[in-house]
């Protein structure tokens, strides 16, 4: 028997979710398709200040949508907040590694 998962979306209005926040999230789980990582725990979500919706993975990397566009893959330095966009996952991965593992 396969375990059952509840799914939070954070900062969404389960009822009056627009049109591009729907856009947006099917955008992030197609690209989540594609990635063998885990979801962070309460990872998933609707930022108001960005606009961005956004899956957030354990490894570091978040998979992002503004308004329904293209997916963008944002790595955080938490070290000072700073944010860097990427266009491929591969390319997001790889920045984490070698510049933010290394600090």
């Known amino acids: ?4 998962t509840t799914i939070t979306i954070h900062g969404l209005d389960s009822n009056n979710i627009t049109y591009c ?10 690209a989540y398709s594609c990635i063998n990582e885990d979801i962070m725990e309460g990872g998933i979500g609707f930022n108001p200040n960005s606009g961005y919706v956004y899956i957030a993975l354990e490894n570091g990397i978040s ?6 566009r293209d997916i ?6 938490f070290n000072n907040g700073e944010e860097y966009f ?15 593992q290394t600090k």
């Open 1 to 4: 028997m396969k375990k059952q």
């Open 21 to 30: 926040e729907s856009i947006s999230l099917s955008k992030c789980f197609m």
């Open 63 to 68: 998979i992002c949508s503004n308004m329904g």
């Open 72 to 77: 963008e893959y944002l790595v955080t330095d």
């Open 86 to 100: 990427f266009d491929t996952y591969e390319e997001a991965e790889n920045f984490y590694v070698t510049e933010l």
